[in-house]
DNA sequence: AGCGAACTA
């Protein structure tokens, strides 16, 4: 035991950020923001909170918090800070990512560390000592392993059967080790597993010893967790981590990426594209998040830790005009922030509280004063996650079949109203799920989000109710909160929607239950931009709620509303 | 008669 402790010291002061240690703590000191740049491997993430910690910078109550951009690395890296630190993860160590709580004893607000913006500790109004404004900067070195560069000489048509040759081909020649691909998504990542598989099958040569192992959000915890287990002797193991755009990815993180090749030893990293591409084509940056994402959210949180003037705040990339319009449009329009841009009492303070798109959480407290809470709870868990349905290719037909079995008339949120209850009757079968298509990983997850809205929901003072049936109510509180996304059928069409906010085309999306029902009124959560532009779960409305539960909204357009 | 990017609070 003595010995392991030893040995994990000697590893930690191996790492390049061990020497700018107390350089670090110096500016941390004497500054109110200290930006370190670290290159993949110095140790940046899992010894300066460990830095900071020894320093007292935990002490009196206080926290050091850490942000990672993934569920995956929030677990790995508060998994190896407490296994350095020799305690229990949970206890000193802990970490909460949305709708679960990892922490014994840590009281944050998660919500205040999100990774688009940080936060500035501020000298107290008009005192002359205390930490300087100014950030410092700090850069450390990576690890230095040399990872060569290969890349194709022409560009390839097939990626995927790249892919697989490319490993085939890595698995014949080079010494031991594990390979890591990036994916641009679920589909590919299983598709390139399935390839290898048969390859193993027919094949027995070249890949002889592969282990590949998926990795993607919708796996179980367990499943994801596989690729951190030490892979067997004469093994290789294969893991399949997606890349966030499917756009052409920068020359920054290509070389990130790179980088992932040497973090323990010299590597070699197999690029796809040509050297010509990378060196001619590939843009240098990314756009940042910042001027990418969504507004709403960010907009409430700013203006829940009192920050009024979010036009003059001082942003790290700042988003454009228009896209702060629109986001305070959406805001005041759901009566989040009130006519001088302030957050209403108390519905824009409640929505703050919700991690929740916002116009979800305008919909749960809608339906509180609806009666039906207790099913909008159900609904908004299932909205919340990317898909109830499995990702089943070449089986389209059955699992229109089994989708069948729970369609509403009513439309999507109301089917999933009975999916969740079929799901409750099977006591929570996975074999159930199986039958029906439906991802028995999202169906657990639709359970454990639930049981934590409901928790925030009682803090908020709404107690849970059914409408026993009642799915009027369940429509009117989706239309609270939605209405911004109404739709008309146009009259004489086949399947052609306007929206009411600004006439544009629209159609259900095939997947939707009401896809070729095509009612007169809808509203959508959410629009999937293709050929066309689709909406995503769709329920049918009387558009006299429109004007009911959004006048503000509406009272000016009634000439688009009127047949 | 027909879709499909993915990550997060």
Not at 349 to 357: H, I, M, N, S, T
Not at 372 to 399: M, N, P
Request: aromatic letters at 8%.
């Amino acid at each position: 035991m003595a010995y392991g402790y030893a040995n994990m010291e000697k590893q930690r002061q191996r790492l390049p950020v061990y020497k700018y240690r107390t350089e670090i703590l110096y500016l941390v000191e004497n500054h109110a923001t200290t930006i370190i740049v670290g290159e993949t491997g110095s140790g940046k993430t899992t010894q300066i909170p460990q830095f900071l910690k020894e320093a007292g910078w935990a002490e009196g109550g206080r926290v050091i918090a850490c942000t990672q951009p993934r569920r995956l690395a929030v677990q790995a890296v508060s998994a190896r800070v407490a296994e350095e630190m020799g305690v229990n993860l949970g206890d000193e160590v802990g970490y909460t990512i949305r709708f679960e709580d990892h922490t014994t004893s840590m009281k944050l607000t998660s919500d205040l560390f999100q990774p688009t913006f940080y936060w500035k500790r501020q000298a107290p109004e008009g005192s002359t000592h205390g930490p300087k404004l100014e950030p410092a900067i700090l850069s450390v070195e990576g690890r230095g392993f040399s990872v060569k560069i290969h890349y194709v000489e022409e560009p390839v048509s097939d990626y995927i059967r790249s892919v697989v040759s490319t490993i085939l081909l890595i698995n014949e020649r080079e010494p031991p080790g594990d390979v890591l691909v990036f994916l641009t998504g679920q589909d590919d990542i299983e598709t390139a597993i399935k390839l290898l598989a048969e390859e193993a099958h027919s094949n027995q040569k070249n890949s002889s010893g592969l282990l590949p192992l998926p990795l993607y959000s919708g796996l179980s915890r367990s499943e994801q967790e596989l690729i951190f287990t030490p892979t067997p002797r004469g093994k290789r193991k294969i893991s399949d981590i997606e890349s966030l755009v499917v756009a052409p990815i920068s020359k920054a993180s290509a070389r990130q990426r790179s980088g992932r090749a040497g973090r323990v030893r010299p590597g070699k990293c197999y690029r796809l594209y040509t050297e010509d591409y990378f060196l001619k084509q590939m843009p240098g940056e990314g756009i940042p998040e910042m001027q990418r994402s969504n507004l709403v959210s960010t907009v409430i949180q700013l203006k829940a830790l009192g920050i009024d003037n979010i036009l003059g705040f001082d942003w790290p990339a700042p988003p454009s005009p228009q896209a702060m319009i629109r986001a305070l449009e959406v805001l005041y329009s759901l009566q989040i922030l009130d006519d001088d841009a302030k957050l209403t009492s108390p519905t824009g303070f409640q929505v703050a509280e919700l991690p929740l798109d916002p116009m979800i959480s305008k919909m749960i407290l809608a339906s509180s004063e609806l009666g039906c809470s207790d099913e909008i709870i159900t609904i908004a868990a299932v909205l919340s996650i990317q898909s109830v349905w499995v990702i089943a290719r070449g089986v389209q037909k059955e699992q229109d079949e089994a989708k069948l079995r729970f369609a509403a008339a009513e439309g999507d949120h109301v089917t999933f109203l009975n999916v969740y209850k079929g799901f409750l009757e099977s006591k929570k079968s996975s074999q159930w799920c199986y039958k029906n298509f439906l991802n028995y990983q999202s169906m657990k997850k639709v359970v454990e989000i639930r049981d934590q809205l409901k928790r925030i929901a009682r803090r908020l003072g709404i107690t849970l109710k059914s409408c026993d049936g009642d799915m009027e109510a369940v429509r009117k509180a989706v239309t609270a909160g939605f209405f911004a996304n109404a739709c008309r059928l146009e009259p004489h069409s086949n399947g052609v929607y306007k929206t009411i906010r600004g006439s544009e085309e629209v159609y259900i999306h095939p997947s939707s239950v009401l896809f070729r029902v095509n009612p007169k009124w809808v509203v959508y959560q959410s629009i999937v931009s293709t050929e066309r532009q689709y909406m995503r779960n769709v329920v049918t409305i009387n558009p006299s709620w429109l004007t009911e539960v959004a006048p503000h909204f509406y009272q000016n357009r009634q000439n688009a509303m009127d047949l």
